[in-house]
């Protein structure tokens, strides 16, 4: 049996102390499912632990958001000993990116853009992120949407890069979608409404709409790779 480690200032575990638990835990005489996680194998627990603290926050729940926040960092921590035992990286290397990344797109704080509101501030990011990742076209910026993200997200998401890069179309097979006579897509409810009448159509129909809609986003992007 491993000794549990002292809490060094008396009251709380600090963030040094739980990188040692973890590091016993993966380590000599350590727990056996610890030991044997990789990368891989930490996938499914990370994105759990992420929607388990994004539901924390919706219900307001402050004794659980702090629990789900310690599982989603205990999964970084997992990742930085996993990475350093194959010798690809450690903490140190991700807070050390992270703080870069902080510096080099807040280029209104640490830089000589400006921004007064917080459209400005976010409109500052992403052209340092583009900048930073060489993007040189609209196709490579929505390429690096991931593609595990849910197909509502990233079908969102890279309808936004479109938009603001003054690219939209109606369809991309040239023909107009049909909507319900004066649908205001200002209202979340209607949208919702919408939605979900289209979720429960295809389901009907046998149609699975995270797929379809999946294979639609790749359509628009490939689209915009020979445009």
């Not at 005489?29 to 992420?50: N, S």
């Not at 989603?72 to 903490?91: I, K, M, P, R, T």
């Not at 976010?122 to 609209?138: Q, R």
């Not at 319900?180 to 295809?202: H, M, W």
Request: aromatic share 6%; net charge negative.
């Amino acid at each position: 049996m491993l000794e549990i480690p002292k809490k060094k200032n008396g009251k709380k575990y600090d963030m040094e102390e739980l990188r040692e638990i973890v590091e016993k835990l993966r380590g000599p005489g350590g727990c056996p499912w610890d030991r044997e996680q990789t990368h891989y194998t930490l996938i499914k627990p990370m994105i759990e632990e992420a929607y388990e603290a994004v539901d924390a926050i919706e219900k307001n729940d402050t004794a659980k958001m702090t629990e789900e926040f310690g599982d989603v960092l205990l999964q970084v921590l997992f990742h930085a000993s996993v990475a350093q035992e194959n010798g690809e990286f450690d903490l140190d290397d991700i807070t050390d990116r992270c703080a870069q990344k902080m510096l080099s797109r807040h280029t209104h704080i640490f830089g000589t853009q400006h921004a007064d509101n917080p459209d400005e501030a976010l409109a500052n990011w992403e052209a340092a992120k583009i900048k930073e990742k060489g993007f040189t076209s609209l196709y490579q910026d929505l390429a690096d949407i991931p593609e595990v993200f849910p197909a509502l997200m990233r079908a969102q998401k890279a309808a936004k890069k479109i938009r603001k890069a003054g690219a939209a179309e109606s369809d991309i097979s040239g023909e107009s979608t049909v909507f319900p006579e004066n649908t205001d897509f200002s209202d979340e409810k209607q949208v919702g409404r919408l939605l979900y009448e289209i979720c429960r159509r295809a389901e009907e129909c046998g149609v699975e709409c995270e797929l379809a809609l999946k294979r639609e986003t790749d359509e628009v992007i490939r689209s915009k790779k020979e445009s």
